[in-house]
């Protein structure tokens, strides 16, 4: 893989064009990739495909990192992808899209893509503890809006770790700020 900077992106496998969704999410990608980032998403269907297909529209590097294992129905990434990594579980697939990201985007989704938030925003909050600069978080629209602050405020952790937009330009906007060279 090159060495650009690479921003995860994640999002419902269950969007198709014509739900809006789908076009933020061809939306994010291109965004992203005019702003000089990669992306990398699941590399499935979904808002996965969609900022897949934008970035790529875009001359994009497009990384999907899939799980063949569980879900075996599915034999390739999206055809969007530049280059596909195959993990051997759903952990280590969440693993290598936050490890290899400077920043990340939370699109509309459902419990994997709350999963996938959570994940980054414990990362951030155990290397904020420890005295590291946590990689920027951004969700995207209503459904986090407000369920951001109610897990941050029962689980009694640092909402300041996640910046909440209401648009995908909102979030490229971030990203760019936050992952200056």
């Given at each position: 893989?090159?060495?650009?900077?690479?921003?995860?992106?994640?999002?419902?496998?269950?969007s198709?064009?014509?739900?809006?969704?789908?076009?933020?999410?061809?939306?994010?990608?291109?965004?992203?990739?005019?702003?000089?980032f990669?992306?990398?998403?699941?590399?499935?269907?979904?808002?996965?495909?969609?900022v897949?297909?934008g970035a790529?529209a875009?001359?994009?590097?497009?990384?999907?990192?899939?799980?063949?294992?569980l879900?075996?129905?599915?034999?390739?990434?999206?055809?969007?992808?530049?280059?596909?990594?195959?993990?051997?579980?759903?952990?280590?697939?969440?693993?290598?899209?936050?490890?290899?990201?400077?920043?990340?985007?939370?699109?509309?989704?459902?419990?994997g893509?709350?999963?996938?938030?959570?994940?980054?925003w414990?990362?951030?909050?155990?290397?904020?503890?420890?005295?590291?600069?946590p990689?920027p978080?951004?969700?995207?629209?209503?459904?986090?809006?407000?369920?951001?602050?109610a897990?941050?405020?029962?689980?009694?952790?640092?909402?300041?770790?996640?910046?909440?937009v209401?648009?995908?330009?909102?979030?490229?906007?971030?990203?760019?700020?936050?992952?200056?060279d």
């Amino acid at each position: 893989m090159s060495s650009e900077r690479i921003v995860a992106v994640f999002g419902a496998s269950a969007s198709r064009p014509g739900d809006g969704h789908y076009e933020d999410g061809e939306r994010c990608g291109r965004l992203l990739t005019e702003a000089g980032f990669g992306v990398v998403t699941g590399g499935y269907g979904g808002l996965m495909e969609a900022v897949s297909k934008g970035a790529s529209a875009a001359g994009g590097h497009v990384l999907g990192v899939t799980v063949p294992s569980l879900f075996p129905e599915r034999a390739t990434g999206n055809e969007f992808l530049t280059e596909e990594w195959r993990a051997a579980h759903l952990m280590e697939r969440i693993h290598e899209l936050t490890e290899v990201s400077v920043a990340s985007i939370t699109l509309h989704g459902s419990i994997g893509t709350l999963v996938e938030l959570a994940v980054a925003w414990n990362l951030a909050f155990v290397g904020k503890r420890a005295g590291q600069d946590p990689k920027p978080i951004i969700t995207v629209g209503e459904r986090w809006a407000s369920l951001v602050p109610a897990l941050a405020e029962a689980l009694e952790t640092d909402e300041s770790l996640v910046t909440v937009v209401d648009t995908v330009e909102e979030a490229v906007g971030v990203v760019e700020q936050r992952c200056r060279d």
